[in-house]
């Protein structure tokens, strides 16, 4: 059997009855790390002796019939940004090779650990999680699977987590969101992804690009798959994820914005979806949002995000900034240039601007916002190497819609909603601040009404 494309849940019945071991789950996550054609530049590590080692403590436990938790035995991989005792924390950079191994688990991998998880390896990514295109020049950068012959983007910043899990090197991934890095590679590469409100999942031992909105959250094949990790993740037990109905739900569409840049394959995909939605009983309603227009403008110093990368940044620039990617280093260095007031008036137009969008979803009586997740299907590598005028137009076009939903501090997930053998294509629910398990329900009830109307 293949990891590809079986949830999580599958995985779970398979150990439990005892048709696979872990031990034979890990190895096929294992050789997949090692032999596929995007092997290298998906993993920067893969931990090939301690994830066996792992597998056969799980297979002994389940023998001995020890209850075991739901993930125990499943491979999963972690994005290059998550402390493991013993393990370099590059963060997809070479400037951090020298840096010492870290000395105790992030609170991520420890949860991961406590719940039987076999952690594959530490999967590559953007440089320091700063584009959301995935490229990195220094570990390579994997090739979407989506169309591998013209060797297109995989979206990051968590780009090596969404191949491993396309690939079958995990069943599973976790990556990091700041500005949509779990949703726009799993919206490129066809697979589901969550961002939970970013307090939600604990960032200690995590390396930060901006401790305002850093978010964890899973790259995974189903729904149900996110809600499961999300619970080991967040520490919530929970109930079983149970789809709500759709009947009368009202979801908001905002017109202002999203659909700018829109070529014609998401378009298709997005006007399907809504039909299909609508179909099954939900109440679609576009609204206008004139806060999303007005995010540019709040951001035009570089936001939350190059305020707080540089200063975490800022020593390290002065004496390791030739090993930086200078498409990354550049970033970064915008916020050199802001000032204490600057970022206090960032924090009040925060403030103001989050106010204004609940305002405007409580006068549309919906709590839910409806968009694709990016714009536009995966470009091809080439393209965005070649030209840093595209490269930089690109990235944000890709970041747009999902930062959308980072600056409202809200929580996410991307659904593919394309058609078996098209391009991917995401769609992006959202909801405000602490909505996670609504949304995750009413995600669930999505995939079931999108699953049903291919």
Same mark, same amino acid.
């Given at each position: 059997?293949?990891?590809?494309?079986?949830?999580?849940?599958?995985?779970?019945?398979?150990?439990?009855?005892?048709?696979?071991?872990?031990?034979?789950?890990?190895?096929?996550?294992?050789?997949?790390?090692?032999?596929?054609?995007?092997?290298?530049?998906?993993?920067?590590?893969?931990?090939?002796?301690?994830?066996?080692?792992?597998?056969?403590?799980?297979?002994?436990?389940?023998?001995?019939?020890?209850?075991?938790?739901?993930?125990? !035995?499943?491979?999963? $991989? %972690?994005? &290059?940004?998550?402390?493991? =005792?013993?393990?370099? #924390?590059?963060? *997809?950079?070479? @400037?951090?090779?020298?840096?010492?191994?870290?000395?105790?688990?992030?609170?991520?991998?420890?949860?991961?650990?406590?719940?039987?998880?076999?952690?594959?390896?530490?999967?590559?990514?953007?440089?320091?999680?700063?584009?959301?295109?995935?490229?990195?020049?220094?570990?390579?950068?994997?090739?979407?699977?989506?169309?591998?012959?013209?060797?297109?983007?995989?979206?990051?910043?968590?780009? !090596?987590?969404?191949? $491993? %899990?396309? &690939?079958?090197?995990?069943? =599973?991934?976790?990556? #990091?969101?700041? *500005?949509?890095? @779990?949703?726009?590679?799993?919206?490129?590469?066809?697979?589901?992804?969550?961002?939970?409100?970013?307090?939600?999942?604990?960032?200690?031992?995590?390396?930060?690009?901006?401790?305002?909105?850093?978010?964890?959250?899973?790259?995974?094949?189903?729904?149900?798959?996110?809600?499961?990790?999300?619970?080991?993740?967040?520490?919530?037990?929970?109930?079983?994820?149970?789809?709500?109905?759709?009947?009368?739900?009202?979801?908001?569409?905002?017109?202002?914005?999203?659909?700018?840049?829109?070529?014609?394959?998401?378009?298709?995909?997005?006007?399907?979806?809504?039909?299909?939605?609508?179909?099954?009983?939900?109440?679609?309603?576009?609204?206008?949002?004139?806060?999303?227009?007005?995010?540019?403008?709040?951001?035009?110093?570089?936001?939350?995000?190059?305020?707080?990368?540089?200063?975490?940044?800022?020593?390290?620039?002065?004496?390791?900034?030739?090993?930086?990617?200078?498409?990354?280093?550049?970033?970064?260095?915008?916020?050199?240039?802001?000032?204490?007031?600057?970022?206090?008036?960032?924090?009040?137009?925060?403030?103001?601007?989050?106010?204004?969008?609940?305002?405007?979803?409580?006068?549309?009586?919906?709590?839910?916002?409806?968009?694709?997740?990016?714009?536009?299907?995966?470009?091809?590598?080439?393209?965005?190497?070649?030209?840093?005028?595209?490269?930089?137009?690109?990235?944000?076009?890709?970041?747009?819609?999902?930062?959308?939903?980072?600056?409202?501090?809200?929580?996410?997930?991307?659904?593919?909603?394309?058609?078996?053998?098209?391009?991917?294509?995401?769609?992006?629910?959202?909801?405000?601040?602490?909505?996670?398990?609504?949304?995750?329900?009413?995600?669930?009830?999505?995939?079931?009404?999108?699953?049903?109307?291919?």
């Amino acid at each position: 059997m293949s990891l590809l494309p079986k949830t999580l849940g599958y995985w779970r019945a398979e150990l439990d009855s005892g048709r696979i071991s872990s031990r034979d789950l890990t190895e096929q996550a294992l050789d997949a790390a090692i032999t596929s054609s995007e092997a290298s530049s998906t993993f920067v590590a893969v931990h090939a002796a301690t994830a066996r080692a792992t597998a056969n403590a799980i297979d002994a436990l389940r023998a001995a019939k020890v209850p075991l938790p739901p993930l125990a !035995g499943i491979p999963i $991989s %972690v994005k &290059d940004l998550f402390d493991e =005792a013993g393990q370099i #924390t590059r963060a *997809g950079s070479r @400037v951090l090779n020298g840096a010492a191994p870290a000395t105790t688990d992030s609170v991520v991998v420890q949860r991961l650990r406590a719940a039987g998880t076999v952690v594959i390896g530490r999967t590559n990514m953007t440089e320091f999680a700063y584009s959301g295109l995935g490229l990195n020049p220094h570990y390579g950068t994997p090739r979407n699977p989506w169309d591998r012959a013209t060797g297109r983007i995989p979206g990051g910043s968590s780009s !090596g987590a969404a191949v $491993s %899990v396309t &690939d079958g090197m995990a069943a =599973a991934a976790i990556g #990091t969101d700041t *500005g949509g890095s @779990v949703r726009i590679p799993s919206a490129l590469c066809g697979l589901t992804g969550f961002k939970p409100t970013a307090q939600r999942v604990p960032t200690e031992g995590v390396l930060p690009l901006s401790f305002t909105l850093d978010s964890i959250g899973p790259l995974a094949r189903s729904v149900a798959c996110c809600a499961q990790l999300d619970a080991v993740l967040s520490a919530r037990a929970g109930a079983a994820l149970r789809p709500v109905s759709l009947a009368d739900r009202c979801i908001a569409v905002p017109r202002t914005l999203v659909f700018e840049g829109m070529d014609a394959t998401v378009a298709a995909a997005f006007d399907a979806a809504c039909r299909t939605l609508s179909a099954a009983g939900a109440h679609l309603v576009e609204i206008d949002m004139p806060e999303f227009a007005e995010l540019g403008h709040i951001n035009r110093l570089g936001g939350f995000i190059a305020a707080e990368a540089w200063a975490w940044h800022a020593r390290l620039l002065q004496t390791g900034e030739a090993e930086y990617d200078p498409r990354v280093s550049v970033r970064i260095r915008r916020g050199a240039a802001m000032t204490a007031a600057d970022y206090l008036t960032l924090l009040g137009d925060r403030r103001r601007w989050i106010a204004g969008v609940h305002q405007r979803l409580l006068d549309a009586n919906s709590d839910t916002l409806l968009m694709p997740t990016v714009p536009v299907v995966a470009p091809p590598i080439a393209l965005l190497q070649d030209s840093e005028e595209l490269y930089g137009a690109t990235n944000l076009l890709m970041l747009r819609n999902p930062t959308l939903i980072n600056f409202l501090d809200g929580c996410a997930l991307s659904l593919p909603c394309h058609k078996p053998g098209e391009a991917p294509v995401g769609l992006m629910l959202a909801g405000v601040h602490g909505q996670d398990e609504r949304l995750l329900s009413l995600g669930a009830a999505v995939e079931v009404a999108l699953a049903r109307g291919t």
